[in-house]
């Protein structure tokens, strides 16, 4: 009996790994490979979803079965007058992802960044008043959401909302409206596509004040049963930030609320922070400093293999948490399209992603296919 149960452990063993080698030189892909965990997903920029990046849109078929738009739906892009909409390159990102049968995620409804500039004040720069802000946040939202109704999986409806300490950030919409308008914004996207799943997104999540105040608004929309099904978690990480465990602890208390979790923006900086606490504010921004860029012409082996581990580390977590996660979602999807080169320092060179400047997978896609496969199979 025991050397029966010895020998099937020996077997599963050998399996599992020869499978998974096997697996990851036939070319098997991410998304292959995470199929029955969560949808696997990047952000695209315009070029890509427009065909031009041709080696991009070949590493974007392969790997992923979701997209986001990086930027072309935010409103300083989609709606930069209060009568004009230019939904070219929306139009675009939404054709792509259909005709290459993928999840596709819009990105993001009501954001204080990135804002067109007309939205929440009058012509004289005055903020407008409550009555007409909800006006135009309805037009605005119904206006999107109905263009692509049935075509978009889900949205980010609300961006950013929420500061570090777990305070309501205090943007124009908070200013003039007050909490309400994240009810409201949802309340909006819901009527005009009821099919749509409905999120709200955060950097820096595993900050305890964060936590909390997220967990509270999503239990206050459920209680008055407003409409709200994932949690995004951005997962713009460090090598030193955020610890894996607060990271776990906000993804279980966020999952408590009954809601499903989303890694949304998932990328691991290496290079060195000029201040550890902007987390992902856009408008932080810092004088470039030579010592700050340490790896213009590549990474060094040992800071590479640190690399690989952290993010190894984190799809490990995921994949213990599968069955609360619908989507891990890289922000951008070779090392040179990252945000993260000129953010907050301009014209830097950092390797945030799974694939690398020549569009080939580093190491840690193979680690990760290697755990999913792992995980599939049982005696
Ligand atoms: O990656 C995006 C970058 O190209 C834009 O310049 C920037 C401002 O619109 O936004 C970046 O994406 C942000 C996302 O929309 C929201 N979370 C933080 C992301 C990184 O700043």
Known sequence: MKLKRIILLLLTVMFSFSYGEVFAKDGNSLKKALKNKFLIGVSVNTRQSSGKDVAAVEVVKKNFNSIVAENCMKSS?????????????ADEFVSFGESNQMAII??????????????????????VSPEVLKKRMKDHITTI????????????????????NGAYRKTKFYEILGEEYIPLAFQYAHEADPNAELYYNDYSMAQPGRREAVVKMVNDLKRRGIRIDAVGMQGHIGMDYPKISEFEKSMLAFA???????????????IPSPNPNVGAEVSASFEYKKEMNPYPDGLPEEVSKAWT????????????????ITRVTLWGVADQNSWRNDWPMRGRTDYPLLFDRNYQPKPVVDLIIKEAEKNKISF
């Open 309 to 324: 581990e952290r993010m190894n580390d984190f799809f490990r977590l995921f994949l213990k948490h599968h069955n609360l």
């Open 106 to 127: 819009g990105h993001c409804l009501i954001w204080h960044s990135q804002l067109a500039p007309w939205f929440c004040v009058d012509k004289n720069g005055n903020n």
């Open 77 to 89: 892009v989609i709606h930069p007058k209060e009568n004009k909409y230019n939904f070219t390159q």
């Open 145 to 164: 959401v109905k263009r692509y109704k049935g075509r978009i999986k889900g949205w980010d409806v609300v961006n950013e909302a929420i500061e570090d």
């Open 256 to 270: 408590g609320t009954g809601v499903k979790i989303m890694i949304t923006e998932l990328d691991l900086t290496v």
